[in-house]
């Protein structure tokens, strides 16, 4: 579909110098300007025109300009001093589906205390659809038009085919080559009511666009359904972003001063202090040693006049010699203390926690990869040793989920094996898969890891040939996404996420060729299942979402395969059930009522640390 074949009308309202529009190129026809006077009178006229629950509605926020909706053939511009207000009312009464460009709109909303119900994402739902993880309005556009990234025109950019007198029509957000102008992909859309009116409808056309799309795809699990589970998910991101995470400082504090001593009133004390750390180490080196123990190239020099020669002085190669010199073990003590100094020290916190003891970091939906949830501000790599400080609000508790052996037993959800189905239905699935190989449970789980991430010697050597017997269909289903992933084929998760598997690289030798495709090989089969893990972890995370909001059970972090809900201290029972019972609302919709049993090690506690394993 082409611009010019998707004309929306534009009503705008509350604002006596304003005109209709469109969301493309063509002229503006003459409408007579509808006006609402208030947020009560809006709703009745989108009620009106057959706006209800669910139904899609475009939206665009502008921070005192107003905001822009759409739907069916209309769209609407409002001028209101407080557009988050009229988003309010409207989902108070009617919840549609908001039709938004990006998470920014969601955060737009969240700060101003407003959280709406569902949401569709088009940035989000680009990544699902074309992989990566960079987006943006031009972008997403271009890429539902069949234009090339390389022609998206930037704000600035001396266009002969753009031009005033060209098509004298810079009133509207799509130019006549297709590309979204960039002037309005940089903010114009927020100017005036019209224009958010446009915004929105532009929004809705994508989402139109990249519905069509999404009901091409031929996978395991509904597409549309993982478009809206990873657009909800972006709702999550802005909450959490918002809420954050519950710290004691005081408590974080006592943490930092365990590894690299109390705060440092001044830089004089930092340098000693410092200096302190520095000698515990050298205190092993040869008399008058200078190392800079932050310089790799001088650290392996060190451990070559103490006799040990090494390739490299990373710290899984120096574990495996902890008792071979004592430097080596101050070494790894120092660089623990300096990790938690430079990432995780007085200037983390004093960077990222609030005066509300709330720790905060920005928040995407995916990594851009296989689509797991990231956060900033270190929320995705805490040490062990800081979650004692994570501690929940007086009158709160913590409900702590992990979900179990998710990755097996998605493995048997994705690939449709009966045999592995089957195993599921056991609390420990290793176990019977060891029964049915013959093997200790140990070997047996390093099998079943090792077929995933592509390993095929080793200890699991023997047991992954049992398992090509044991389990031929879940073992086929890896096999092909390996094949693919070998040719440099794009594979698609269960729940249609695109996976790319890059270009090889022009003028590489024959070995080198052939380790990047085994590499990738080994890439596709372990994304095809933590890709399908993902979608069913963000499932879950948000019908919690949904299902745990009148009970005031917030969900604070997502940690991989970890859900941390904050919850009044009495729901913190209704909560625990809860939580199983969305995992398998997500799970039967997400594997359409298949056979696979997913389970969950859910606890009540009141410090992250408190939790088990």
Known sequence: ????????????????????GHNTALAEPDRETMYVEDA???????????????????????????????????????AHSDPTAVVAAIEREIQPRWVMWSQDTAAFLT???????????VAAVHRLLFGGWRVDPARAWAALHGLSNESIPSVGQFDFLATHSEDGNDEQPVRPDGHLRPEWAAGEWSRAPKHLAQWASTALTASLLQQ??????????????????ESASELLCAEMA?????????????????????RPQNDREAAELRRVRDDAVLHHAPDGDTTDLRNPGQVKALLMRLGIDVPDTRAWRLEEMRTAHPLIDALLTWRKAERVLTTYGYGWLDDNVGSDGRLRGAWSGSDG??????????????????????????????????????EPRVLAAVSGDPSLAKATTADDLYAPVAQRLGVERSVAKVAVLAAMYGQTSGT?????????????????????????????TDVRTFGGRLVRMGETPYGLSDRDERAMAASRGRYARNAMVQGAAAELFKVWAVTVRARGAPIGARIVLCLHDELLVHVPIEHADETVLLLDNCLQEAAHRWTNGGPVRFVTDTSIIQRWSDAKG
């Open 1 to 20: 579909m082409s611009p010019a074949d998707d004309v929306e009308s534009t009503t705008v309202i509350g604002s006596d110098h304003v005109s209709v």
């Open 40 to 78: 009560e009178q809006l709703v009745a006229t989108l009620r009106a025109v057959g706006v209800e629950r669910g139904t899609p509605v475009g939206l665009a926020c502008g921070d005192g300009a107003g905001l822009g909706l759409a739907s069916g053939d209309q769209s609407w511009g409002l």
């Open 111 to 121: 700060t101003a205390g407003v959280r709406v119900r569902t949401c569709w994402d």
């Open 212 to 229: 069509q799309r999404l009901g091409l795809l031929r996978v395991g699990s509904h597409p549309l359904a993982t478009a809206r589970s």
């Open 242 to 262: 918002f809420d954050g995470l519950p710290v004691n400082l005081a408590a974080a504090e006592e943490v930092i001063a365990s590894f690299v001593g109390p």
């Open 369 to 406: 990869a296989a689509g797991r949830m990231t956060a900033q501000a270190g929320l995705h790599n805490m040490p062990a040793d800081m979650r004692v400080a994570v501690v929940a609000e007086p009158g709160h508790v913590f409900v702590r989920a992990d979900l179990g052996q998710i």
């Open 460 to 488: 699991a050597g023997q047991a992954l040939r049992g398992l090509e017997s044991a389990y031929p269909v879940a073992m086929r289903y890896l096999h092909d996404a390996a094949a693919k992933g070998e040719a440099g």
